[in-house]
C-alpha cells in the first residue's frame, strides 16, 4: 500500500513562494509517477503538475507554467511543488497522488491515479 502526506502549506501573500513537499512511503517510489492537484471551494479539481518515474517529464497547464515547478527527488522518496508569485486565485487544498508507471510518460488526469495523499491548505491573500 502507498501512503502520501504533503507538507510545505501555509498563508502567505501575493507575490510570495512556497516549496510544498509530498513524502511517499514504500521502496519502490522510482516506479511511479507523480502529479498534483488542487481544489478550490466550491470547484473541481484541477491538474497542477506532473512528473514522470524517474523524472525526466514534466508538464503542466498553460496557466501554470512559468510559476509552478514539480521535481521529485527518489531516493528520498519525495515530490515538491515550488510555486513562485502566487497569487490570491492559487488558493486551494493541494494534492499529491500517484500511480505505479514506470515510463516517461505524464499523467495528467485525476483518474489516472490511485493513491492520493490527504491534501495541504494554501492561502494566498491579496
Known amino acids: 500500500q502507498v501512503q502520501l502526506v504533503e507538507s510545505g502549506g501555509g498563508s502567505v501573500q501575493a507575490g510570495d513562494s512556497l516549496r510544498l513537499s509530498c513524502a511517499v512511503s514504500?521502496?519502490?517510489?522510482?516506479?511511479?509517477?507523480m502529479g498534483w492537484f488542487r481544489q478550490a471551494p466550491g470547484k473541481e479539481r484541477e491538474f497542477v503538475a506532473a512528473?514522470?518515474?524517474?523524472?525526466?517529464?514534466?508538464y503542466y497547464p498553460g496557466s501554470l507554467k512559468g510559476r509552478f515547478t514539480i521535481s521529485r527527488d527518489n531516493p528520498k522518496n519525495t515530490v515538491y511543488l515550488q510555486m513562485n508569485s502566487l497569487k490570491p486565485e492559487d488558493t486551494a487544498v493541494y494534492y499529491c497522488?500517484?500511480?505505479?508507471?514506470?515510463?516517461?510518460?505524464?499523467?495528467?488526469?485525476?483518474?489516472?491515479?490511485?493513491?492520493w495523499g490527504q491534501g495541504t491548505q494554501v492561502t494566498v491573500s491579496s
Open positions: 497522488a500517484a500511480q505505479r508507471r514506470i515510463s516517461t510518460v505524464v499523467l495528467i488526469t485525476r483518474n489516472d491515479y490511485d493513491y
Open positions: 514504500g521502496r519502490t517510489f522510482s516506479s511511479y509517477a
Open positions: 512528473i514522470s518515474s524517474r523524472g525526466g517529464a514534466t
